[in-house]
C-alpha cells in the first residue's frame, strides 16, 4: 500500500481517497467497509461504492472455464474521516444477476486480518495495489471468493491428478475404446457464481481442484459435469447431478453418459460440500486476527485429567471445568484449550469426548455400574447434574467385592447395564421440572455450584477471566461410522449453533477457533472471518481415508488453501522433522503443537528454538516459570512473527519476576 500526503495541517477531518485495482464482472461493483461509522462500521450493507475510475478488458485468470471478458479496473472514492486516528478496512464486490435481480452475491478479498491506515494532514491518498493482495505476500492461492453473507456455497471435490495429461481421481473414462487428452468442466444449470480453485502447491503434494457454486439457495444448485475431448473440445461424457439429490455432505456416485449414444462411458466419485451462511447481529467484516501470540496454551485449563501414554497428569482439578480454567487464569495461563459439543437440546457444552462416562447409584442387591452416554443424545438439563467421571481404564466390576456379595447372597448376579432409555428416565418429573431452567444461569450464586460439573460455552465465555484467551476446539465425529453410529446434527447447524453463542458472548475476548475435522474448518473460515481459524492435525501418527489428515505437508496444504490461520500439530512429527515449521511458515501460516511429548520441557524448549509459534501444554505454569533463554530463542526464531512472539515472551517474564 502507497500512502502520499497531500497536505498536514492540525484539522479535524481528513479526506482519505481509496484506489483500488480490481478485475470485474460488468455487473460487479466495489465497495469499502471498515472500522468507523463513516466506513460503516463493518456492516457489508453500509459499505462505501467506490467509483469506476478506467478500466481494460482481460480473461479471467482465475476460471480456466471461463469464455467472459471481464475488465481490469481501477476504482475509487473519498471518505472524510477523524484526523490522527487508525482506522482498518476491507475491499467487497457486490454484485447481481442479469437474468435475475433477486441473485446477490458479496465477495470479501481473502487477506489475513484487515488492510489499515492511519490519517493526517487534510488529504490523504491511499493506493491499494490490488483487490485481495496481501501487502507481504506475492501468492495469491486461494479456494474460494471469501465470506459468504445471505448465500450458500457448493463445493465439489474432484480430486488431483496422477499425471499431467490424466483425469482427477474421482473421475474414470473406462468406456472410452481409444486414449485421449481430457479435460473435465463443470456447468451450473443457472447463471450462478463458478470458480475453479487449486490447491497450495508449495508443500510438494500433487495439485487437487475444487469446483465452488456461490447461489442464492440450496434450491438452485444443480449442475452438470462434463468430461471433454481436448483435440475437438467435443463433450464426450455427461454427469447431471439435481439440487434435491445434495445433502449437507456426501459422495456422489453416478454413471458418466456419453450424449450421442447414452451409454455408460464412466463414472464419477466425489465429495461435495454445502456451506449456509451463519448470520448474527456481531457476524460483520472485522477480523480481529492473532495481534500478540501466546507463548502457551493451557491444554483443557490446568491439563489433562487421568493417565496418557504416561503418569497421570492433573490428579486434582478435572479437565474442561470452570474450576481447571478459572484455576489456569490465576496461575498466569495466557490462553486455554477446551472441547465443544452440543447436547440433545443444541446448547454447546465443554467436554471433550463425544460418549461421556456415569455411575450408577449402588444398592444392597447391586453393585454401582460405570456406562457411556452419548453427549448429543442427552438433555443439558441432565448434564448439567452431572460431575465429569475421569477412568485410566475400561471400568471393571472388582472381583472382591463381587465375592463378598456372593457370599451374603444378596444377588444372584451382577446387575445389568442399564439401557440409556433407562437413564434418561432416572430423573422424577417432578425433580427435573425444579431444575432451573438455562436463564437462570446469569445468577453467580449457580455458577460456583456448578465450577466441577460440565460447563456449557456461554458460562466459560461469561465467567473466566476475559485476559484469558480461549482456543475453542470444535468436535465432530473423525470418521462417516462415527458420525452415522452417534447420529450427529449436521455440520452446518451444528456449527451455527456454537458460532451463535461465540459472537453473543466472547466481547472483545481473544479467541481462536479449532478442528480435526478440515470441513468444520472450512465451514468456520466461510461463515466468519472476525475469529481466526487452525486445523488441527496428527500430522501423520494415524493414517485416514481423508489426504489432508495424513502428514503435516497435507495439513500445511489445505490450511493455505482455505484461508486459515494456521496448524495445530501434534509435537512428535515437528520433533522429528523441525523443517516442517519453516515449510508452514514459508506458506503463511502459524504453527502450534499438541502432544504428551509437550509434558517434557526439553522437548517445548526445543520447538521454541526451531521457531514453533505456541506450544499447548498440559503443566503450563510450570512451562512458563522455567524461564527461557532469550539469547538462544532470538537467534533461532526466524518466522514473520519473531519481533512480537519475543516481546510476549519478555513481558511474560517481567510479570513472573514481580
Known amino acids: 500500500m ?34 468507523s461509522e463513516e466506513l460503516g462500521n463493518w456492516d457489508p450493507n453500509r459499505s462505501i461504492p467506490l467509483k469506476l475510475l478506467n478500466s481494460r478488458r482481460i480473461k479471467d485468470s482465475n476460471d480456466r472455464n471461463s469464455s467472459e471478458i471481464s475488465q481490469k479496473r481501477t476504482w475509487t472514492a473519498s471518505v472524510s474521516l477523524p484526523t490522527g486516528k ?49 501487502s507481504d505476500s506475492n501468492q495469491e492461492v486461494m479456494i474460494d471468493s471469501g465470506w459468504l453473507v445471505d448465500q450458500v456455497q457448493l463445493r465439489v471435490f474432484v480430486g488431483k491428478k496422477s499425471g499431467e495429461d490424466s483425469l482427477p481421481q474421482g473421475i474414470s473414462m473406462d468406456g472410452l475404446k481409444e486414449e485421449k487428452k481430457l479435460k473435465v468442466k463443470l456447468v451450473p444449470e443457472g447463471k450462478l457464481q463458478l470458480s475453479e480453485s487449486h490447491y497450495f502447491k508449495s508443500v510438494g503434494l500433487a495439485d487437487d481442484t475444487t469446483f465452488v457454486i456461490t447461489a442464492p439457495s440450496k434450491d438452485v444448485l444443480s449442475f452438470h459435469l462434463d468430461v ?12 447431471v447431478v439435481q439440487h ?34 451463519f448470520s448474527h447481529p ?17 491444554h483443557r485449563g490446568m491439563g489433562m485429567s487421568g493417565k496418557k501414554n504416561g503418569p497421570i497428569v492433573n490428579q486434582t482439578l478435572v479437565e474442561n471445568t470452570l ?14 484449550e477446551f472441547d465443544v459439543q452440543l447436547t440433545r437440546d443444541l446448547i454447546p457444552v465443554i467436554t471433550h469426548d463425544e460418549e461421556i462416562w456415569v455411575k450408577t447409584e449402588s444398592s444392597p442387591h447391586s453393585l454401582s455400574e460405570t456406562l457411556k452416554i452419548p453427549v448429543n443424545k442427552v438433555k443439558y438439563s441432565k448434564i448439567r447434574r452431572l460431575k465429569p467421571l475421569i477412568l485410566d481404564d475400561e471400568p471393571e466390576q472388582k472381583s472382591e467385592q463381587l465375592a463378598a456379595l456372593k457370599a451374603k447372597k444378596r444377588i444372584p448376579k451382577l446387575a445389568r447395564s442399564k439401557s440409556f432409555a433407562e437413564f434418561s428416565k432416572g430423573i422424577p418429573k417432578e425433580e427435573e421440572e425444579m431444575i432451573p431452567p438455562s436463564e437462570s444461569l446469569q445468577k ?17 465465555l461469561r465467567f473466566v477471566p476475559k485476559e484469558v484467551g480461549f482456543n475453542i476446539e470444535i468436535k465432530y465425529p473423525e470418521d462417516e461410522a462415527r458420525e452415522k453410529y452417534l447420529d450427529v446434527t449436521e455440520r452446518n447447524e451444528y456449527i451455527n449453533a456454537i458460532l451463535s453463542v461465540i459472537f453473543e458472548w466472547a466481547d472483545g475476548r481473544k479467541i481462536l477457533i479449532s478442528s480435526f475435522d478440515p470441513d468444520v474448518c472450512l465451514l468456520c473460515a466461510v461463515k466468519q472471518t472476525r475469529f481466526p481459524v487452525f486445523f488441527l492435525t496428527e500430522g501423520g501418527t494415524a493414517i485416514t481415508k481423508d489426504s489432508r489428515k495424513n502428514s503435516v505437508e497435507a495439513a500445511i496444504q489445505f490450511a493455505r488453501s482455505s484461508r486459515l490461520f494456521g496448524i495445530v500439530s501434534d509435537s512428535t512429527p515437528i520433533l522429528e522433522n523441525p523443517s516442517l515449521v519453516k515449510l508452514a511458515h514459508e506458506a503463511g501460516l502459524l504453527i502450534f503443537t499438541y502432544g504428551h511429548l509437550n509434558t517434557d520441557i526439553a522437548n517445548v524448549r526445543k520447538q521454541e528454538k526451531e521457531g514453533v509459534d505456541s506450544v499447548i501444554c498440559d503443566n503450563v505454569t510450570k512451562v512458563k516459570k522455567e524461564g527461557i533463554s532469550m539469547k538462544n530463542l532470538e537467534g533461532a526464531l ?16 517481567s510479570e513472573d519476576s514481580k
Open 2 to 35: 502507497a500512502t502520499t500526503l497531500l497536505e498536514k495541517e492540525k484539522i479535524d477531518f481528513t479526506t482519505v481517497k481509496f484506489v483500488i485495482r480490481v478485475s470485474t464482472q460488468p455487473n460487479e461493483e466495489v465497495f469499502v467497509c471498515g472500522s
Open 86 to 134: 487508525e482506522f482498518e478496512y476491507k475491499y467487497l464486490l457486490k454484485g447481481k444477476s442479469s437474468d435475475n435481480p433477486q441473485e446477490k452475491w458479496v465477495k470479501i478479498e481473502d487477506i489475513k486480518g484487515n488492510r489499515t491506515l492511519k490519517t493526517e494532514g487534510y488529504g490523504m491518498a491511499v493506493r491499494d495495489s490490488k483487490f485481495g493482495k496481501d
Open 228 to 239: 471433454i475431448d481436448c483435440e475437438s473440445n467435443q463433450v464426450i461424457g455427461r454427469s
Open 244 to 277: 434435491y439429490e445434495l445433502e449437507g455432505r456426501g459422495l456422489l456416485k453416478r454413471p458418466i453418459l456419453c450424449p450421442a449414444t447414452m451409454k455408460v462411458a464412466g463414472q464419477i466419485n466425489l465429495y461435495y460440500l454445502i456451506i449456509d451462511s
Open 282 to 298: 456481531n457476524n460483520t467484516l472485522f477480523a480481529s486476527g492473532m495481534k500478540q501470540l501466546p507463548a502457551y496454551i493451557g
Open 323 to 336: 474450576l481447571s480454567f478459572m484455576a489456569a487464569a490465576k496461575m498466569g495461563a495466557e490462553y486455554v
Open 444 to 460: 453467580a450464586a449457580s455458577i460456583w455450584e456448578s465450577l466441577d460439573t460440565f460447563p456449557t460455552l456461554e458460562q466459560v
Open 638 to 653: 526466524t518466522n514473520p512473527f519473531v519481533g512480537k512472539f519475543i516481546s510476549h515472551i519478555r513481558s511474560s517474564k
